[in-house]
Every structure is written in C-alpha cells, then in structure tokens.
C-alpha cells in the first residue's frame, strides 16, 4: 500500500498493492495494520456505507458539525470525481480544496480526514461508491456546503451541463 499526501497534506491518496494476471486481480481494499504503517493513522471505523448513482450525479459537499467522521472512499464499479474541502478554521489549508479521479480501473482510494466537507460527482454511466467511516452517521448533524460556492471554486468535470443532486443537497449553503 502506498499513501501520497495531496495538496491539502492530511488528505491522502492510498494506491493499494495490485496483484493481477490473465484471470483479473487481487488487492486488500483494508488491512488495519499496512494502513497504520503507511499513513501513521491507527484509525477505528465503525460503519461502512455503499451507494450508487447514476452519470451527472454529485453528491455533497457533507460534513457533520458534531461528530464529525473520517472516510476511506472508493470506488468498486465506474468512475468519480472525488473532493475533500479543509472546513477547520485553524488549519494552513482552510478554504482548500482537493480533487482526485476514483474508479474501478485504478483502484484508488482517498482518505477524508475528520473535519473535512466531502463530495462527488459521477463520471461514467453509473458508480458504486463504498466509504468506511470513524463516526456513525448523525443526521441531526449533518451539513451541505454547496456544491457550486464561487468562495471554494472547485473545477467540477462538468462539461458545461448541470449536475443532478438531491433536493437537500440544493439547498447547501455558502462556505463562507
């Protein structure tokens, strides 16, 4: 397992061990201790989640105000455009965000730590998307930042048409 730091540093890239012949491949998508040696996080997950969504769908940008979770994101079947946005007011990278291609292809996963708005918008037909989380899911919490924030300006992959998102997420407020 390799783990890059991205532009904002505690958000990390994770390219697992690829094992593959004739007959497909093989990779641990999580194993506790190879995550611990290369990222020097001992994390506890305690819920995993599973969705999947349609072309032009963008879901996000989540977080939970209280509580908030880490998530170890992937994707198992299509493609994304995935994005951490650093939301912690002390942090050098406030107000930054980060943007990385997840398939099935290449096997990649991004590692969202706590404290961080996330979302993304699907690229191919369709996309599975599985993500581990270190905080159970508290609605009572939970929060959108608008997708389209001119204050964040995050390049979306849109090719000039408009995403389709969910009607709370439409109503994600400003960040700033």
């Given at each position: 397992m390799?783990?890059?730091?991205?532009?904002i540093?505690?958000?990390?890239?994770?390219?697992?061990?690829?094992f593959?012949?004739?007959?497909?491949?093989?990779f641990?998508?999580?194993?506790?201790?190879?995550?611990?040696?290369?990222?020097?996080?001992?994390?506890?997950?305690?819920q995993d989640?599973?969705?999947?969504?349609?072309?032009g769908?963008?879901r996000?940008?989540?977080y939970?105000?209280?509580?908030p979770?880490?998530?170890?994101?992937?994707?198992?079947?299509?493609?994304?455009f995935?994005?951490?946005?650093?939301?912690?007011?002390?942090?050098?990278?406030y107000?930054?965000?980060?943007?990385?291609?997840?398939?099935?292809?290449?096997?990649?996963?991004?590692?969202?730590?706590?404290?961080?708005?996330?979302?993304?918008?699907v690229?191919?037909e369709?996309?599975?998307?599985?993500?581990?989380?270190?905080?159970?899911?508290?609605?009572?919490?939970?929060?959108?930042?608008?997708?389209?924030?001119?204050?964040?300006?995050?390049?979306?992959?849109?090719?000039g048409?408009?995403?389709?998102?969910?009607s709370?997420?439409?109503?994600?407020?400003?960040?700033?």
């Open positions: 390799k783990a890059t730091s991205t532009a540093p505690d958000v990390l890239l994770i390219e697992p061990r690829v593959g012949d004739a007959r497909g491949f093989f641990e998508s999580f194993n506790a201790r190879a995550f611990a040696q290369a990222t020097g996080l001992d994390l506890n997950f305690v989640n599973h969705s999947k969504s349609a072309h769908v963008l996000g940008l989540h939970q105000e209280q509580k979770q880490g998530k170890l994101v992937r994707v198992v079947a299509g493609e994304v995935d994005v951490a946005v650093d939301i912690r007011p002390q942090s050098p990278t107000g930054q965000w980060v943007g990385e291609i997840l398939s099935a292809d290449n096997q990649r996963q991004l590692w969202v730590p706590p404290g961080l708005a996330h979302g993304f918008l690229l191919s369709s996309a599975e998307f599985l993500y581990k989380t270190t905080d159970y899911y508290a609605p009572e919490f939970e929060r959108c930042i608008a997708w389209n924030d001119p204050a964040l300006a995050i390049a979306w992959p849109l090719n048409a408009e995403p389709l998102v969910s709370k997420d439409a109503l994600g407020r400003r960040f700033l």
